[in-house]
């Protein structure tokens, strides 16, 4: 079982740059998020889904993309980078409603 | 609307010492209550949880309990080792409808040998 994987580990854009954070998992979780973590403000949800096909927005969704075509795959858009969205990006999966989420090892995301 | 607050850290001690991170929820019903903890360079990862009032999660030699009354969920060590420092998130998932977690700030503890 490799768990939660995220990919790229370190990325940097320029402002207006779109790119695609990756993140599988492999434990057949239905529940994945994605969250943002900036110092002093602990960890934000951007967006999660509940299954295959069902999306949703979570607490700073703006200037971000989401789908789930499969249960192991969620990626994140970011659709034109801004230097507000320098940040480290996790993703996360859980089996149900109140169980364990796991976390990726995170990704860091510089915007210039 | 639902929230979560953490005492400012970070929090420096000796090895051996008595550890409490506060915890505090604003929350609509009775939310599941967690406490993650992150190790530099790592993701989170789930220390304890408790799941309705009077529980206490326990994990490791942590522990905490849900209290309705006071709407804390306080993290305790009775002795704290080197291998302890990190930083700690106290979460909640608000009840069955959503699925949207809260984290607080997080605190960093620093144990010194």
């Known amino acids: 079982n490799a768990g939660v994987t995220q990919t790229p580990k370190f990325q940097v854009l320029k402002t207006g740059q779109s790119m695609t954070l990756q993140c599988a998992q492999d434990m057949n979780h239905e529940y994945m998020s994605w969250y943002r973590q900036d110092p002093g403000m602990g960890l934000r949800l951007i967006h999660y889904?509940?299954?295959?096909?069902?999306?949703d927005q979570g607490e700073v969704p703006n200037g971000y993309n989401v789908s789930r075509s499969t249960t192991e795959d969620f990626p994140l858009r970011l659709l034109s980078a801004a230097p507000s969205q320098t940040s480290v990006y996790f993703c996360?999966?859980?089996?149900?409603?109140?169980?364990?989420?796991?976390f990726g090892p995170g990704t860091r995301l510089t915007v210039l | 609307g639902d929230s979560v607050t953490q005492m400012e850290g970070p929090v420096t001690l000796s090895e051996e010492a008595f550890l409490t991170i506060n915890c505090t929820y604003t929350a609509t019903g009775y939310p599941s209550l967690f406490w993650y903890v992150q190790y530099p360079g790592e993701g989170l990862q789930l220390l304890l949880k408790a799941t309705k009032a009077d529980d206490k999660g326990s994990n490791k030699g942590f522990e905490a309990t849900y209290r309705k009354e006071t709407t804390s969920f306080h993290l305790e060590k009775g002795s704290v080792q080197v291998s302890d420092s990190a930083v700690y998130f106290c979460?909640?998932?608000?009840?069955?409808?959503?699925?949207?977690?809260?984290f607080g700030t997080g605190t960093r503890l620093k144990v010194l040998a």
């Open positions: 996360a999966s859980s089996k149900g409603h109140n169980n364990e989420q796991f």
């Open positions: 889904s509940v299954g295959a096909g069902i999306t």
């Open positions: 979460a909640l998932n608000a009840p069955s409808g959503t699925y949207k977690y809260i």
